[in-house]
């Protein structure tokens, strides 16, 4: 059973750094073709793709939020990390992690939990 | 700022059949990349419901169904139940935002 959790802060002030962890089980990062992507969705708002990592280490971010986003992946922990920069109100969201797989299996399946970030001073 | 556009929202009874559509462009829908569809229940995180346009997961009702055709792509839901009332999103891929990218979403209310 494939499953993925994510952790973060539950608050983080403007201007500040947020990271927010996938934790996830039975798939691992290290077999061919697995990924694993962030979405955000803000409150009462429509989905967002953030970024993905891939198996063999590849990197793809949101055309828009590029500069901000950094995704990265410890295998032997089945765990991947997002963090973006200079968090502003307008952040504020959902952060959810979720398993797609290459061969253009494009789609997310399954999703975590999803974690509330708010962000305000 | 989202890509595909749906309907805000749709509605009818119970036992009647809806449609969700998913407006596209020639960079996404338009450029033959798959179309699938996620249902989110209040207060949960999205579930595929429908993946590479027309295909259902195991433990997805067969009241559920996918079409693309050009540059959009459609939802029906048949036989309409009080337990689809949901959020549902379109996602595909955009070749000139080399990305994933999601519907504006849909509210189904079960009258």
């Known amino acids: 059973q494939v499953t993925l959790k994510e952790s973060g802060p539950a608050l983080v002030k403007p201007t500040q750094t947020l990271t927010v962890t996938c934790s996830f089980s039975g798939f691992s990062l290290s077999t061919s073709g697995m990924r694993v992507n962030w979405i955000r969705q803000p409150p009462g708002k429509a989905l967002e793709w953030l970024a993905r990592?891939?198996?063999?280490?590849?990197?793809f971010y949101s055309t828009s939020l590029k500069t901000r986003l950094t995704i990265s992946k410890d295998t032997s922990k089945n765990k991947v990390v997002l963090t973006m920069t200079n968090m502003d109100p307008v952040d504020t969201a959902t952060y959810y992690c979720?398993?797609?797989?290459?061969?253009?299996?494009?789609?997310?399946?399954?999703w975590g939990q999803g974690t509330l970030v708010t962000v305000s001073s | 700022q989202s890509v595909l556009t749906q309907p805000p929202s749709v509605s009818g009874a119970p036992g009647q059949r809806v449609t969700i559509s998913c407006s596209g462009s020639?960079?996404?829908?338009?450029?033959?990349?798959?179309v699938h569809w996620y249902q989110q229940l209040p207060g949960t995180a999205p579930k595929l419901l429908i993946f590479g346009n027309i295909n259902r997961p195991s433990g997805v009702p067969d009241r559920f169904s996918g079409s693309k055709s050009g540059t959009s792509a459609s939802l029906a839901i048949t036989g309409l139940q009080a337990e689809d009332e949901a959020e549902y999103y379109c996602?595909?891929?955009?070749?000139?935002?080399?990305?994933?990218?999601f519907g504006t979403g849909t509210k189904v209310t079960v009258l």
């Open positions: 996602q595909s891929y955009d070749s000139s935002l080399s990305g994933y990218v």
């Open positions: 990592i891939d198996w063999d280490d590849d990197k």
């Open positions: 979720a398993r797609s797989a290459g061969g253009g299996y494009n789609w997310f399946d399954p």
């Open positions: 020639s960079s996404n829908i338009g450029a033959g990349y798959d």
